[in-house]
């Protein structure tokens, strides 16, 4: 379960970075305290905002049922006024007739803030609004039933108007109001609610065991093929390398070696990143494999410069075209997407040039002149990204191939295809500082320029 938890989304880790803008001008990182005492003013202004628009709702509602009452207690001269007047709205708003009603005046005891208004001493008139109410009023609802509903409604509006106004005046009974509500969210959704119970916890996460992904695949030998032109399979068994393979035509081999179904294969590109592979996961041999740039994103214009087994205690060396490099080790260049890890710094037309391992304390270095040089391997930095430093210095060209060697000697391949080996105290010639131009190539170095693997 431990497993399962840390390779999936079972368990999570995140952080909290609380930058936020409380005042919505300035950014400030607040603590847990502020953040909830930031929640908690806001829940009090939409308290008050809202309390203040249900008043104005609460007086236009009491507006409207004044004018209902008013109109109830006249009921007959306000038929009168919309069946045979020719402006009914304006007779009701401006003709004097509830002068000769005493019993409308005696009734209508509320005065509101919007609701009509005294022109002179005994006389009183409807406002636009109540006016509109009334012309717009349904003869169903001409009952007395009605009329009690209106006087009920109105009561309680203004019963809730001036809890509403007591509310807004006074802080404590605002905070009060807040606790109420969110012990009723917590009643309606906390543990007690049938969808509310919490499913997950917060707490420190255990010390799980690292168990690899390869430990999951069943470990089988196979024999890894790359043709020159970027297809990859993986054929069952270690083959023999010399073995005779088909082709795409125009096509032919350019990496084979043999690996096992657990191991990690490391692709690197001129364009200086590393992209890493699971040979679990390449396709079969049976057929001509699969475009390698269908796997990784390795863009069109960027060549294959290398294709090994993943090895995390071997530490390479990396080089560009232009003759810079340093040592990097395999730990550090292992890619988690197909886009790979840029590893070597490469712009314009210098591209990488290789990716070999380290096994020796010497660097030898030949360039596109034909010039050696032979240094300490101590004189390079071990990075694990950059451009890095100056191998070799040219007037024309640049970097031809490089390789490191131990004391015994530095060995390559004749013309004749036969082995020679210089021996350390042979090279003093071409020895010296890193950065240096070196000296023209021994008798007997191989015509391409390169320290061709025994």
Partial sequence: MGMLYRSSDLELRFSLNMNVLIDGLTPKVCSMKEVLRAFLDHRQEVLVRRSAHRLSKIDHRLEVLEGFILAFLNLDRVIDIIRYDNEPKTALMFEEWLRDHPRAMAESDYVGPLTYRKVEEGQEELSDVQAEAILNMR???LRRLEEMELRRERDELQQERANLDDLIADNGLQ??????????????FGKDYAGGARRTTFAIAGEVEEVPLEAMIEREPVTVVC?????LRAMSGHLALEKSLKYKDGDEARFVFHAETTDKLIVFGSN????????DNLPGGRGMGEPLRLMVDLPNDVEIVDFFIHDPAVKRLVASTAGDGFIVAESEIVAQTRSGRQVLNVKGDVKALLAHPVTGDHVACVGENRKVLVFALDELPEMGRGKGVRLQKYKDGGLSDSTTFLEEGLSWKDPAGRRRTVEQ???????GKRAGAGRMAPRGFPRDNRFSKW
């Fill in 175 to 188: 905070w009060a109001k807040i606790s109420e509500q969110l012990r009723a969210t917590r009643k309606a």
């Fill in 425 to 431: 105290a042979e090279l003093s010639e071409w020895t």
């Fill in 139 to 141: 003869l169903r609802s």
């Fill in 272 to 279: 200086g990143r590393f992209y890493t592979l699971v040979a």
């Fill in 227 to 231: 043709s020159k032109m970027g297809w």
